[in-house]
Every structure is written in C-alpha cells, then in structure tokens.
C-alpha cells in the first residue's frame, strides 16, 4: 500500500536536512553555520478513517490530514445522534 492521498494524491516529498550549529547574531552569538546538509524524505500526514459515500455506505481510505479539514471527504458517522420520540419530549417539558 502507498504512502499517497486516496483523495489528492499527495505523496513523499524529498528534501534536505540541514544541521546548524552556534548561536544566533540576534541573540549576541556570531552566527549559525551549516555543518551538514543530507537528504531526507518529507511524509504526508496520513490517516486511515472511514468516509461516507454518496450511495450511503461507507469505506476505509488513506487521507491526508489536509483532505479532513478542507472538507474534501466526509467521516462515516460510527452511531447516529440519539434522538427522542416525539411523545417521550411533550411528557418531559410537561413535568
């Protein structure tokens, strides 16, 4: 199984990683240097949840973190809100 959005198709990135050293100017230090610069892989923010479908049902995908809050896919409900009967709510404003 890929490391990629099921949604936008987001997929690790590479990058590099820089490693400093010394003190910053700001804080009355000479400056930070570069010590070492490697190569490193940067991973989307992945979850496994459950998104509703149009037709109803639902299905476990791999969703950025992104998806989620933009409201791009929709979360199964796992238990629907619980909900009175109409008679049940006259009898409790009545008392």
Excluded at 55 to 77: E, W
């Amino acid at each position: 199984m890929a490391r990629v959005c099921e949604i936008c198709g987001k997929g690790p990135q590479m990058g590099n990683s820089v490693e400093t050293r010394g003190k910053a100017k700001y804080l009355g230090g000479v400056g930070t240097k570069i010590t070492g610069i490697t190569r490193r892989k940067f991973k989307p923010n992945l979850q496994k949840i459950k998104v509703a479908l149009p037709s109803g049902g639902a299905k476990s995908m791999m969703v950025c973190t992104q998806c989620i809050r933009s409201g791009a896919v929709r979360k199964a409900v796992k238990r629907p809100p619980f909900k009175l009967n109409p008679a049940d709510a006259k009898v409790a404003a009545s008392s």
